[in-house]
T-cell receptor
Framework: GESVGLHLPTLSVQEGDNSIINCAYSNSASDYFIWYKQESGKGPQFIIDIRSNMDKRQGQRVTVLLNKTVKHLSLQIAATQPGDSAVYFCAENNAGGTSYGKLTFGQGTILTVHP | DSGVTQTPKHLITATGQRVTLRCSPRSGDLSVYWYQQSLDQGLQFLIQYYNGEERAKGNILERFSAQQFPDLHSELNLSSLELGDSALYFC????????????FGPGTRLTVL
């Protein structure tokens, strides 16, 4: 859903470990699925996107996997660093109709990386 | 630094009042978006403008309005403010109307007392 309660999912990892952040989406008609990162006191920052007709996309130290069968999206971060500590949001972009640039954000996951 | 500027950074006002939030997009970006972030609703899309025209609308209250000016800066007007309007308001910009990589500003924190 789109709402965020006071209790966001959390993930705590050690520096150097790989992190996997998961997201369940609801709209099968979305054209793109996107990951954003929000550091404390800052606005969200784009990480990577994946088109709905793909199942995997790799970036620098990050990989996004899309499983349309179960409506599941994941972000894998390799060799996690303390600077990766942030809230991670998945988002959907459905350009159908009048939804042009409208991003629908998920609830967010807090990632904490311990040195 | 995303290149998007927002003013003011903080705003404290009373219920029933009206405020204006301002956003300057990155140089060359034609599209501006407004989002509201609160603890209970998360990050919610409000409205999008592209080159001066409204392009997409989210769950924006009737008490809220926005516009994009010829120089491409945008303003979000919030009126008859209620306690529940207290939130972080983000502006984002992108080169085109349909673009997944939106560049977010630092936000304006609005507190309604």
């Amino acid at each position: 859903g789109e709402s965020v309660g006071l209790h966001l999912p959390t993930l705590s990892v050690q520096e150097g470990d790989n992190s996997i952040i998961n997201c369940a989406y609801s709209n099968s008609a979305s054209d793109y699925f996107i990951w954003y990162k929000q550091e404390s006191g800052k606005g969200p920052q784009f990480i990577i996107d994946i088109r709905s007709n793909m199942d995997k996309r790799q970036g620098q130290r990050v990989t996004v996997l899309l499983n349309k069968t179960v409506k599941h999206l994941s972000l894998q971060i390799a060799a996690t660093q303390p600077g990766d500590s942030a809230v991670y949001f998945c988002a959907e972009n459905n350009a159908g109709g009048t939804s042009y640039g409208k991003l629908t954000f998920g609830q967010g996951t807090i990632l904490t990386v311990h040195p | 630094d995303s290149g998007v500027t927002q003013t003011p950074k903080h705003l404290i006002t009373a219920t029933g009042q009206r405020v204006t939030l301002r956003c300057s997009p990155r140089s060359g970006d034609l599209s501006v978006y407004w989002y509201q972030q609160s603890l209970d609703q998360g990050l919610q899309f409000l409205i999008q403008y592209y080159n001066g025209e409204e392009r997409a609308k989210g769950n924006i209250l009737e008490r809220f309005s926005a516009q994009q000016f010829p120089d491409l800066h945008s303003e979000l007007n919030l009126s008859s403010l209620e306690l529940g309007d207290s939130a972080l308001y983000f502006c984002a910009s992108s080169p085109r109307a349909y673009y997944n990589e939106q560049f977010f500003g630092p936000g304006t924190r609005l507190t309604v007392l």
